[in-house]
C-alpha cells in the first residue's frame, strides 16, 4: 500500500513501535517513519495524523485497530470515516457481525454505517467522502 501511495506522489507515513521495529522490516522508502514507545502510542500517533482510517485485511491486529477507531467514533472521539477495503469478500464476516451486534442490540442501529465496506477501492472512497458523522448515543435512556 505504501508503494502505491509513494508512487502517485502522496505521502506514505509510518509509525513503528521500537520494539516491533527491531523484529519487523520497515518500509525503507516511507515520506516520514516515527518510532515511538509503545503500541498505544503508535495507534494515538495514527489517529491524530489521520483523515480517515481504511483497513486491508489483515489479522489480529488489524481487528484490533479498527475497533479501536469504530468505539473511538461511537463515543465521539473523532469523526473520521472508516473503510475496509472488502478484497475477495474477506470481510463479509466482519459486515454480518456488526448486523449481529445491532440485531442482539448490543450496538445502535445508528452504527451500521460507520464501517464503510466496499469491494471496489473507487466506490469506497467515494462512500467514505460522503459520510456522515453518526450521531453520538444518549445513555442517559
Sequence with gaps: MANGV???????????PRFLGER????ENLSEYHVVETMH???????DMADAFIMLPGGAGSLEEFFEIYTWSQIGLHHKPIGALNTK???????LMIDHLISTEFISSD??????????IDDLFSA????????LRDYQK
Aim: glycine share 4%.
Design 41 to 47: 502510542e503508535r495507534k494515538q500517533m495514527m489517529s
Design 6 to 16: 509513494i508512487d502517485h506522489d502522496g505521502i506514505a507515513i509510518g509509525v513503528m
Design 89 to 95: 469478500q474477506f470481510f463479509n464476516p466482519l459486515s
Design 128 to 135: 467514505m467522502k460522503m459520510a456522515q458523522p453518526v450521531k
Design 24 to 27: 519487523e522490516i520497515a518500509h
Design 111 to 120: 452504527y451500521k454505517n460507520l464501517a464503510i465496506i466496499k469491494e471496489n
